[in-house]
Structure formats: C-alpha cells, structure tokens
C-alpha cells in the first residue's frame, strides 16, 4: 500500500510506498523509525482512519475499504482495541466511566456484564476505582486505564501508539510487559510504535521506516 497527501501549496508528500505486510493471529509487530517517517499514517492506514492512495487494506481478507463509514465504525470497534499516546481519557468522567465509554456507542444503558468486565480490567491493571475522575490519576495509572478501555470488547487487535513514551522508566517497563503479556497469553496480535528497548527484545516481527520512504522488515 501506499500514502501520499498535498500541502496548502499543492506539493505532493508521499509518506508510505508500495509497503506489503501480512500477520497472523498471535503475532506482534514493532514499528519504528525517526519522526516524519510515516509511522502514526501507518497505524491509520491499518485502523481504517487514512484511506491508501494505492493497494488495500484487508483483516480477515476484508477489504475495508470496501466498507460504508459506519460498517468500518463497526468493524473497528469489533476488531480494534486502540491506545493513543495521548491516552484521550475525559478528565471529568471516573477511571470506570472511561473503560465503558466505547459502550456508549452501542448501547443506551450498558450491560452489567460489560461493567463487570471493566471492572475487572482495572483490578487486573491495579487502577483503583474509588477516584472520581482521572484528573486524579498518574501517568502510569491513566495509560493503564487506556489500555483497559481498548480491551473492553476482548477485540483480536491491539494497537499502541507509544505507549511507554512519556512514562518513567519502571512505569515503562510495567505497562510494555503488561502489554506482551497480553499478546501471549490472548493470542491478540499486538501492533506497537516504539523505540522501547523491551519491545524489540520481545516482538519478533519489527518494521522500520525511513524518512526516504524505503523500510527494513526483520522477522
């Protein structure tokens, strides 16, 4: 596949070119590269979120593509469990009401087996439910309850978006094994963009990209 967009001036930037990727269910795949490489317009080539000038995007063999705007909302939020760097939590709701929020798309009152659910992915992540917002949070515990909420739905893919970036290091090293250990024992396959040093000793699969459009694939 492959991305390019213009500038305000017409200028034509490509970004990716005729990249070909292929994973399996259990696999985990590391993304890396210098800034300007096209490593955040992959991840939304792959979750539907950027449409690729040349070659397609299929889960499953389906082209997603192929999909209206709201069979791929669907398909997303069936298929994708996502963790943004920025976490995007709402400050004002409870570390619970966070984890429910994709709920709120499907449903007008949520299932108490979803609540138990969300409920129990912040016990697993040792987030403590008892804060009314998550503006009472740390770091760490905010990531957490990001990747509770990306996990509400059990989905068979998760993706995330420097997850350890902005963390210290033993928060780092805590949310990126909680992550792999997701991956292992779920079978889930883990999509991540890092330069963290636990990941590329744990995924076997990484792609580099370079700032000249060409990349590196170690398997």
Not at 66 to 87: A, S, Y
Not at 185 to 211: A, Y
Request: hydrophobic letters at 40%; charged letters at 30%; glycine letters at 6%.
């Amino acid at each position: 596949m492959s991305l390019s967009f213009k500038d305000q001036s017409g200028k034509v930037f490509k970004v990716l070119d005729s990249l070909a990727l292929k994973l399996v269910a259990g696999d985990g795949l590391l993304i890396r590269g210098p800034s300007g490489s096209g490593k955040s317009s992959l991840i939304y080539l792959l979750s539907g979120l950027l449409r690729p000038d040349k070659g397609n995007v299929k889960w499953d063999e389906k082209d997603i593509w192929k999909l209206n705007e709201g069979e791929r909302d669907i398909w997303r939020r069936k298929t994708l469990g996502i963790v943004f760097q920025d976490f995007h939590l709402l400050n004002e709701l409870s570390p619970l009401d966070n984890v429910l929020l994709p709920a709120t798309f499907s449903y007008c009152r949520t299932p108490a087996q979803l609540r138990e659910s969300a409920e129990n992915l912040l016990d697993k992540f040792q987030v403590t439910t008892n804060r009314k917002t998550v503006s009472e949070l740390s770091r760490g515990e905010k990531q957490r309850v990001a990747i509770a909420r990306a996990l509400l739905f059990d989905p068979p893919v998760l993706i995330a978006d420097e997850p350890t970036a902005s963390l210290d290091k033993k928060t780092g090293e805590a949310v990126a094994s909680l992550l792999i250990d997701i991956e292992n024992k779920r079978r889930k396959n883990l999509i991540v963009v890092s330069h963290d040093l636990i990941f590329q000793d744990q995924l076997t699969l990484q792609l580099t990209l370079n700032r000249d459009n060409s990349f590196e694939i170690k398997m």
